[in-house]
């Protein structure tokens, strides 16, 4: 079957750097996802990646490694605002999307 | 700027009765879906469609349709609604059917 899995939870320190990992089993793949949801919002785009690799964009980069199934997010010089849920969702043969149950990400002053 | 706008925001519903939410988008998106977000679970698609006149089944469609008469619009219809179908509901938009999603701000829904 088709599977993401990613932790429930996470805590870090404000100004510290802090990596989120997603192992996914798809059938076929065509790029995995990251998305950021606030408490209470809607999710929100962050990043996309399809080759194997570091895509940077800012604070966050994203990382994958096809033959191991595996994703990180990487958040860097963490702020209070960064505390939020984190979503990896890879895309199947069919560019369906396969959603993990996300990462709520807990940042301490 | 509009993007994805969806209603109600929120609402108590007596189960059996019928139930509607909305979703319109500016964007002219091809692509538009139905997810449902529980605690502790990934977000599940519902419903979808690839383009106007089209639509599709996801992973939990049982007990909703839709309809998608137009590009922008994509209503989604629980015909009676059961205490199961207690959730957020987002409705999203890509520019195709890979691509980025938009996510409306959810509607939540309580079936007593």
């Known amino acids: 079957g088709q599977n993401i899995d990613q932790p429930t939870e996470m805590t870090a320190t404000e100004g510290a750097i802090v990596q989120i990992n997603c192992t996914y089993q798809?059938?076929?793949?065509?790029?995995l996802f990251w998305y950021q949801q606030h408490a209470g919002e809607a999710p929100t785009f962050l990043s996309y990646n399809v080759l194997d690799g570091l895509e940077e964009k800012g604070r966050f980069s994203s990382f994958l490694s096809r033959s191991k199934g595996y994703s990180y997010l990487l958040l860097k010089e963490l702020q209070m605002k960064d505390s939020a849920s984190y979503l990896c969702?890879?895309?199947?043969?069919?560019?369906?999307?396969?959603w993990g149950a996300g990462t709520k990400l807990i940042i301490k002053p | 700027i509009a993007g994805i706008t969806q209603a109600p925001t929120s609402q108590i519903l007596a189960a059996g009765r019928r139930m509607t939410l909305r979703c319109t988008q500016d964007?002219?998106?091809?692509?538009m879906y139905w997810y449902r977000q529980d605690l502790g679970l990934g977000l599940r698609l519902i419903h979808y469609s690839n383009t106007a006149g089209t639509t599709g089944k996801g992973e939990v469609p049982d007990g909703y349709s839709v309809s998608r008469a137009n590009t922008d619009d994509f209503p989604l219809t629980l015909a009676s609604a059961v205490p199961s179908q207690t959730s957020v509901y987002f409705c999203a938009s890509s520019v195709g059917s890979a691509g980025e999603l938009f996510f409306g701000e959810g509607s939540r829904l309580t079936v007593l």
């Open positions: 798809t059938s076929g793949f065509n790029g």
């Open positions: 969702a890879g895309l199947d043969s069919n560019y369906q999307l396969i």
């Open positions: 964007m002219r998106h091809n692509a």
